[in-house]
């Protein structure tokens, strides 16, 4: 499918900014806590980790109206301002009031994922009847159009699915630190052997490929500090939901979203491919964010039938190629980190 800026997932954050500015939103009372802590909570970065109490009383509040037999949608309408609620399933919803709910729609679905230490990492999953951005979503639609997208009680991610990112970035990090000191020290011989098998072709000298770990360690730096920020976020792409062009699609990155935003799709959970489960995830999480932060291509990936062996004969994937592959990378970090058994070496053709 093809995307426009407004598709981006940041475009949409900068729209959210605006949205919750809005002085229709309750100025009293019981909401405007919420509203306030809002309104924090979504900074142009990405979001801020002290306001995410904003999310939480939103998904405590329509739970507990809903106790009160309280329609979701009424609770939300309330929350965007509205004091006359409808009562005509066709009464329209003016542009304002859905912009405004669809604000805060947005941050009912956001999630924050805590592992160890400082690990933190934002996840967005928007019910599965959505099929844009809430803000595009639920324009036009009447009170009950806009109640059926709110009382969707599915989430896109599962708990387990939340949990997997976030174990992920946290187990991408490990990866990344322990290939920064592989790259870091290319003087010694067996760093030095790991960056040859996977960057070198039979022209590459020691000094190309000290060249290449000085690369490789510049990106790794910055990859990790993007897995560092609290910024890092998760979502799909709701417009691709259902789309049978995409369902062999792990995840992917656009260099124009202006917040650090991982599109994850549907063979991300996969059993299909030859690496399983977190050993997996975690090569996709590095294998994305080598594509954001480093400008890497996919020259070529893990399963092609010539493997990840730079050949200088080849055009397609010589050294060079190589070093700007996402793949390599990816599974040079996995490398570096001791995941890789022997039978791995073989499944992507390079030697032990």
């Known amino acids: 499918m093809g995307y426009n800026l407004n598709d981006l997932y940041s475009s949409r954050h900068a729209e959210t900014i605006a949205t919750l500015k809005s002085a229709d939103y309750p100025a009293a009372g019981e909401w405007l806590p919420v509203i306030s802590d809002a309104r924090q909570l979504v900074v142009t970065e990405g979001y801020a980790v002290g306001k995410y109490t904003a999310s939480e009383a939103l998904r405590a509040r329509v739970a507990a109206a809903g106790k009160r037999n ?29 912009s405004r709910v ?9 999630w924050l994922l805590k592992q160890s230490g400082s690990h933190e990492v934002w996840v967005l999953s928007l019910p599965e009847s959505y099929r844009d951005w809430p803000a595009a979503d639920l324009a036009g639609k009447d009170y009950d159009g806009i109640g059926s997208r709110l009382d969707d009680k599915t989430s896109h991610f599962s708990s387990d699915d939340r949990g997997h990112l976030s174990n992920a970035t946290q187990n991408g990090l490990k990866w990344v630190q322990k290939a920064m000191l592989v790259s870091g020290d290319p003087a ?61 699609t792990n995840a992917y ?24 489960d977190l050993k997996n995830w975690t090569r996709i999480v590095v294998h994305e964010l080598s594509h954001r932060c480093c400008n890497t291509a996919d020259n070529r990936y893990r399963h092609h039938v010539k493997g990840l062996k730079p050949r200088a004969a080849d055009p397609l994937f010589n050294a060079a190629k190589a070093l700007a ?21 073989v499944k992507v053709k390079v030697s032990a």
Not at 102 to 110: D, G, Q, S, V, Y
Not at 195 to 207: I, K, L, Q, Y
Request: proline share 4%; charged share 25%; hydrophobic share 45%.
């Open 70 to 98: 309280v329609k979701t949608v009424d609770t939300m309408l309330t929350a965007a301002g509205v004091t006359s609620l409808p009562t005509s399933g066709a009464k329209s919803i003016p542009p304002g009031v859905a």
């Open 102 to 110: 669809a604000a805060l729609e947005m941050l009912r679905h956001l």
């Open 188 to 248: 010694k011989k067996a760093n030095l052997d790991i960056v040859r098998r996977w960057f070198a072709d039979e022209n590459s000298t020691d000094d190309d490929m000290k060249a290449a770990a000085a690369t490789l360690n510049d990106g790794l730096k910055k990859i990790a500090a993007v897995i560092k920020s609290t910024f890092l976020l998760f979502t799909d792409m709701p417009k691709d939901r259902g789309d049978p062009n995409e369902a062999a």
């Open 253 to 276: 990155v656009f260099n124009a979203d202006k917040i650090d935003v991982v599109y994850v799709e549907a063979a991300f959970f996969s059993t299909n491919d030859m690496f399983k």
């Open 325 to 345: 592959n996402a793949d390599s990378w990816a599974m040079f970090c996995m490398d570096c980190s001791g995941e890789m058994v022997p039978g791995d070496y």
